[in-house]
């Protein structure tokens, strides 16, 4: 970590005219906005907190608003960082935030269109609930033979890392919790898992499903 800061020290004090943390990134083949964020946390080690590591969340507020960030030269190098990162960083984030929400909607339609009753994300908090599902049907419905209950909705393709840290973190507390249901992943998903069904946990990819 200190390596790469000192490395974009080195760097900005030649004045090369490209940003020195996206040459960097590309020569040691590490996501633009990593790089960008661990040269702030190590910068900000030295300049702000005595060489301890700043808070994470400090860190992700700067990444957030590089405006913030008081080395009007770093800021603009984590700007171009974000982006030039189709990948990771906060610009990224917002993105697949804005594309989750929009098929949220889309589902809420879909499920208003078939006249079922449900309670979303905002009903469930307000009535206690920490965990909650996209969707919480009122009356369980039948998708190709299997009880659904509640419904996760990920814009996203579903492949074997994401789907079991979303079975860790959310699913398997919903099925707990609320019983049989199914996940949406509107741009597909490996036939790999399809090996859940049997859980009480069902998958689609087809939006005609809903």
Same mark, same amino acid.
């Given at each position: 970590? @200190?390596?790469?800061?000192?490395?974009?020290?080195?760097?900005?004090?030649?004045?090369?005219?490209?940003?020195?943390?996206?040459?960097?990134?590309?020569?040691?083949?590490?996501?633009?906005?990593?790089?960008?964020?661990?040269?702030?946390?190590?910068?900000?080690?030295?300049?702000?907190?005595?060489?301890?590591?700043?808070?994470?969340?400090?860190?992700?507020?700067?990444?957030?608003?590089?405006?913030?960030?008081?080395?009007?030269?770093?800021?603009?190098? /984590?700007?171009?960082?974000?982006?030039?990162?189709?990948?990771?960083?906060?610009?990224?984030?917002?993105?697949?935030?804005?594309?989750?929400?929009?098929?949220?909607?889309?589902?809420?339609?879909?499920?208003?269109?078939?006249?079922?009753?449900?309670?979303?994300?905002?009903?469930?908090?307000?009535?206690?609930?920490?965990?909650?599902?996209?969707?919480?049907?009122?009356?369980?419905?039948?998708?190709?033979?299997?009880? /659904? !209950?509640?419904?996760?909705?990920?814009?996203?393709? +579903?492949?074997?890392?994401?789907?079991?840290?979303?079975?860790?973190?959310?699913?398997?507390?919903?099925? !707990?919790?609320?019983?049989? +249901?199914?996940?949406?992943?509107?741009?597909?998903?490996?036939?790999?898992?399809?090996?859940?069904? !049997?859980? @009480?946990i069902g998958r689609a990819s087809c939006r005609e499903r809903v």
């Amino acid at each position: 970590m @200190e390596e790469y800061y000192q490395r974009y020290l080195k760097g900005v004090s030649q004045s090369y005219k490209e940003p020195v943390l996206l040459r960097i990134a590309e020569e040691v083949d590490l996501s633009h906005s990593l790089l960008a964020r661990i040269v702030l946390e190590r910068h900000l080690a030295h300049t702000k907190y005595e060489g301890n590591s700043p808070p994470k969340s400090v860190v992700t507020h700067l990444m957030k608003d590089t405006s913030l960030i008081e080395d009007s030269v770093l800021s603009f190098e /984590v700007q171009q960082c974000i982006l030039n990162d189709a990948n990771y960083g906060p610009l990224v984030d917002n993105i697949k935030h804005s594309v989750g929400a929009e098929y949220e909607f889309i589902l809420q339609e879909k499920l208003h269109n078939r006249g079922l009753a449900f309670l979303g994300e905002d009903d469930m908090r307000s009535r206690g609930y920490d965990k909650t599902p996209d969707i919480k049907l009122e009356v369980p419905i039948a998708v190709d033979g299997y009880v /659904v !209950n509640w419904v996760e909705s990920k814009a996203s393709f +579903g492949d074997e890392y994401s789907h079991s840290t979303y079975l860790k973190d959310q699913f398997w507390s919903y099925q !707990n919790r609320f019983g049989p +249901g199914m996940v949406i992943y509107w741009f597909g998903y490996i036939d790999e898992l399809d090996v859940h069904r !049997n859980r @009480e946990i069902g998958r689609a990819s087809c939006r005609e499903r809903v």
